[in-house]
């Protein structure tokens, strides 16, 4: 399963971005009931999670987020969204998205830089 991660950018602190990830060879039947998530990766730490989104769209946050980024899902697009408002510097990172159970290879991610 190919994931497509896009929609990351440069912005200042304050700015928003809206990054999306696509699952195009995901079945409907496999993705719709899924749990899906984005992670985080900023240079020298490790993977988070900071979103996820039930098939119900019932979404959970990490508290350093909460308030600011919002979680949507599109099933009839296989995609999943991550609206990102108040960006800060402790915000950038490489973006990623992925099932939480039983994960797909990760692809690219795509970067998120905040400058101050």
């Known amino acids: 399963v190919q994931l497509q991660a896009s929609g990351g950018g440069s912005v200042q602190a304050g700015g928003f971005l809206r990054p999306s990830c696509k699952f195009p060879?995901?079945?409907?039947?496999?993705?719709?009931?899924?749990?899906m998530a984005w992670y985080r990766q900023a240079p020298g730490k490790q993977r988070e999670a900071v979103a996820t989104?039930?098939?119900?769209?019932?979404?959970t946050y990490v508290d350093s987020v909460r308030g600011r980024f919002t979680i949507t899902r599109d099933n009839s697009r296989k995609s999943v969204f991550l609206q990102m408002n108040s960006l800060t510097p402790e915000d950038t990172a490489v973006y990623y998205c992925?099932?939480?159970?039983?994960?797909?290879?990760w692809g690219q991610g795509t970067l998120v830089t905040v400058s101050s």
């Open positions: 992925n099932r939480p159970s039983d994960p797909y290879p």
């Open positions: 060879r995901l079945i409907t039947s496999v993705f719709n009931p899924s749990t």
């Open positions: 989104i039930t098939p119900s769209r019932v979404p």
